[in-house]
Structures are given as C-alpha cells and as structure tokens.
C-alpha cells in the first residue's frame, strides 16, 4: 500500500488526494491530509466571502473527498514546527505533497504602510471569515473612509463587504464579534484604486456586478478616467472576461453622463467626501440610485484607474489620515508611467490587496525570487534533482494564479508524477499505524470526527443567537469543540 501525506486541506490539496484515489493504476493508495488548522477546506472556508454562498457550498464537493474510505483528514498538525519537518515525515509517509498555499500578502513598498490603519486585505478576510489567527485582531470600523488598494477579487470582496449592512451579513456565517463591528460600521466612502486601466484589472465581470446591485449603496465612476484607457474605445480584441468589465463600466459611465442614477451623488457633481475631482454616480443598478433609509446616508463605492499608491499619510500617534496617490498614464507597451501629478484621498483605513506570496517551508527549497518551491512537474527539486517522495501543487508551486477550479489540473499533473514514481517508494518500510506516528512527534491530531464536533457546536451556536451557522473565531473554543466529539 502507497501512503502518501497532502500537507494542506484547501483546494489543491482535496484534488491531489482526489487524484490519488480516484485511479486503478496503482491499488490501495491511502492518503492522509494534514492541516495545521482543525478544520478542513483551506481558502473555502477561510477566503472565500461569507455572502458568496454558491462558491462557499465548494465545501460540499471537497467533503466527498475528505469522506472517501482511504482518504483521512487529520486536522491540528502542525507540520514543519519541530519534532515535524520533510525528514520526519519521510519516515512516516512513503510520500509526502505539500499543498501549502502562498501564506502572506505583497507588500506595497511605500512611507507609512506601517501606520496604525494600514493593514493587509489578508487580515481584515482572515478576520470576517474567524480564522483562529486573527481572533485578536480588532477592526473597529470607525473610518468614515476607507482605500482599497487593488483591483482584484479579493479588492472587490473586501469593497462589497465594507459596504454591505450588519443585516445582510447576519445570514452569513460571520463571526458575532465581526457582525457587531459591521453593525456599528460609520464607513461611508470606500474607494477601490487601481495604478492601471480598467481592461487591465484582474476583477471578474460577476463581481464587478455585484457591486452595482448592493441595496442601501451606489457604484461612483469617472468617465474620464476610463477614456484614458486605449481598450475603452474598443475593447473588442480584449479577453472576454476584461471586455464584459469594460462594457459593464462603459454603461455605468454612461448612465453618470446622462444625468441618471439619482440620490445624493447623480452625476453633477463630487460625491460627498471626495477629494474634488469629478464623481459620476452609477446608481445601484437599478436605474434608480440608493437613497439610503431611516436618514442614514447610502454608502459609496468609487472606483478609481492610474493611481498608483506612492504615501501612506497619517502618523504613529492618530494612525492614517489618507493616501497619496501618483497619477498614471499608459505607456503603450502595456504598463504605466507616472505623470508627477499627485492626488490625495482622505481615509481613515487603508487595506492593501496586491497579490499573495509564498513563503519558505522548513527544510524544503526555495525560490525566493517566484515564492514557489522549484519541482519539475511537481517534483520537488533539490540542487536541480528530483527529491524522492517530496512533491508540491497548488500556489506553492505554480505561484498565486488562477481560480478555484485552476488547481484540479494542477493537482492532477503532481499525482500523476507521483504515481508514475510509485514502485520505488513503497520499498520503504513505515511505521503501522502513522496517526501513532504524528502523536509521537508531538502533535494532537483532530480526525474526522472532530471536525464533524466543531460543524455541530457551530450551528448550536448560530441557534443561540438566532442566525444561521456562526463560526468559532478562536483555537481555544475549536479545540473545545472537536473534544466534545471524541
């Protein structure tokens, strides 16, 4: 029997155990994923956004994994801490794949980004989504303004939620602690700014819409900074999902020039809280534009192109005051040149979303230049040379590209060279019983069961509060919870 260890429970990690035993080529592969969390499903259950319920169900189909008759999830392991590194668990696993994600955000390299409410998007997800890392984390919400640098999915996630009411997220699984902080949110204002153009950001067309159908908040573009952009004429050379965002803008700029959208901000003038320039309103998309309700004042989304980020403002002692931004223009090879001409935006919170990055594992190879681990068809490479039974899929490998359904392929390829490797390694010997073997070493694995104690405590307590399932934000109440299971 070939037992193989996937270090990670996320989405590469699912597929690459999927792959393994979901083939006849070589019979009776057991497979055992490690988590250092004890609970399963990675950036499903911790990345994705609480009101995105059709991605977050994802959790479903990796399950039917987890639950296969060889294939064991051990939660609360915490690999590469001591007494847990590659030699250790070469001696337990006659394979092992590390699935370990790109655990840190890119940083923007720029004065003040240390600043008190100058944070990573990273931290304030990991915070509305109760990963137990974050559960010291506070994130009061008392800006009136927030910038969102980036253009992402992650940015618009992190837009629609700081835009959303306590009500709408009181359906969702947010810890209660968050939900409060949302309830007593006095944002207003958050602006999500991109140093490049509109065909260039890495947003879906889907989310972008999401934007535009938010009850109790509107969409503010700039029509002239679109038509900066050389693709907005004509963006029909564009990849399909780049066009669909330039012709979702192009109708919300439109609406602004037309005079609609109607509210507080309809298309005259700045919106309340800007910093001068021209704001155009895009409505709610409904052609009718929030008026806010009960006299509170809808909140606004503006989305900004070629402003690249150069200052964090603000000091030590009251935190950020704003952010100064260079304008940008097309270079015509594709990028962007500054202008010299700058632009401050106030703000009182400022969350960077520029991309993940991968970091060093204890006792495997790195390259620091692409963050990834060097493999040759997931094929762990050290000094050049595959290294027998260590192999790698997901971001850890390829770097942090792609969606969800972009690490199945990926996972496929590494099983695929792990199997075709599979006659030389079961030549090892290995210790009967690899749960034993893990206790040994120190660690206090959380099985099936477990996971299925903390699934239970979490709907008892969205009972309690009379909400849907609530998450348990913190190790100590998880740990808890898989105990009471056996």
């Not at 700045?270 to 309103?281: E, I, N, V």
């Not at 534009?289 to 964090?312: K, N």
Request: aromatic share 6%; with cysteine; hydrophobic share 40%.
């Amino acid at each position: 029997m070939l037992r193989v260890a996937v270090i990670g429970s996320g989405p590469s990690g699912v597929y690459t155990a999927q792959s393994l035993v979901a083939q006849d080529a070589v019979p009776d592969v057991e497979v055992y994923v490690l988590d250092r969390l004890p609970c399963p499903y990675g950036l499903v259950r911790y990345g994705v956004a609480p009101d995105h319920e059709k991605i977050k169900s994802l959790q479903n189909n990796l399950r039917t994994v987890l639950e296969h008759p060889r294939v064991h999830f051990l939660g609360n392991v915490d690999v590469g801490a001591p007494g847990l590194g590659p030699a250790e668990l070469r001696e337990i696993f006659h394979a092992v794949v590390y699935c370990v994600g790109a655990a840190t955000d890119r940083r923007l390299g720029i004065p003040g980004e240390e600043l008190p409410g100058s944070r990573s998007a990273t931290d304030f997800v990991s915070w509305y989504s109760a990963h137990p890392d974050a559960a010291a984390d506070r994130f009061p919400l008392t800006a009136r303004s927030a910038v969102v640098v980036g253009v992402g999915n992650v940015a618009v996630d992190v837009a629609r939620v700081l835009a959303r009411g306590a009500a709408e997220l009181a359906a969702t699984d947010v810890p209660q602690a968050a939900l409060g902080a949302f309830g007593s949110s006095r944002v207003r204002d958050v602006w999500m700014v991109g140093r490049r153009g509109p065909s260039q950001a890495k947003f879906t067309t889907k989310e972008l819409r999401e934007l535009g159908a938010l009850p109790g908040a509107e969409v503010v573009v700039r029509p002239e900074e679109l038509t900066l952009d050389p693709a907005y004429a004509d963006p029909a050379a564009l990849p399909a999902t780049n066009r669909r965002n330039v012709e979702v803008l192009r109708t919300w700029a439109e609406r602004a020039r037309a005079g609609s959208g109607g509210g507080p901000n309809d298309g005259r003038g700045p919106a309340p809280g800007a910093d001068g320039g021209r704001g155009a309103a895009a409505g709610s998309g409904n052609g009718h534009g929030p008026s806010g309700s009960g006299g509170v004042p809808p909140r606004r989304i503006h989305l900004r192109f070629f402003l690249r980020p150069v200052e964090v403002l603000g000091d030590a002692a009251s935190g950020v005051r704003g952010v100064r931004f260079e304008r940008t223009v097309p270079d015509g090879r594709g990028g962007v040149t500054g202008t010299g001409r700058y632009e401050d935006i106030p703000a009182q919170l400022v969350l960077r979303s520029v991309g993940y990055r991968g970091t060093p594992q204890a006792g495997l190879p790195f390259d620091a230049a692409s963050g990834t681990v060097p493999h040759e068809e997931g094929r762990v490479l050290r000094d050049g040379t595959p290294s027998p039974g260590e192999y790698v899929a997901g971001w850890i490998k390829r770097g942090p590209t792609g969606v969800i359904g972009t690490n199945r392929p990926c996972a496929k390829q590494t099983a695929a060279s792990l199997l075709a490797d599979a006659e030389a390694l079961v030549r090892r010997t290995l210790p009967d019983d690899p749960v034993a073997a893990l206790r040994r070493a120190g660690r206090r694995p959380v099985r099936w069961p477990g996971w299925l104690g903390i699934e239970a405590a979490e709907a008892a307590l969205g009972r309690e509060l009379g909400r849907t399932t609530v998450k348990i934000p913190d190790w100590e109440g998880l740990l808890a919870a898989a105990r009471t299971a056996g």
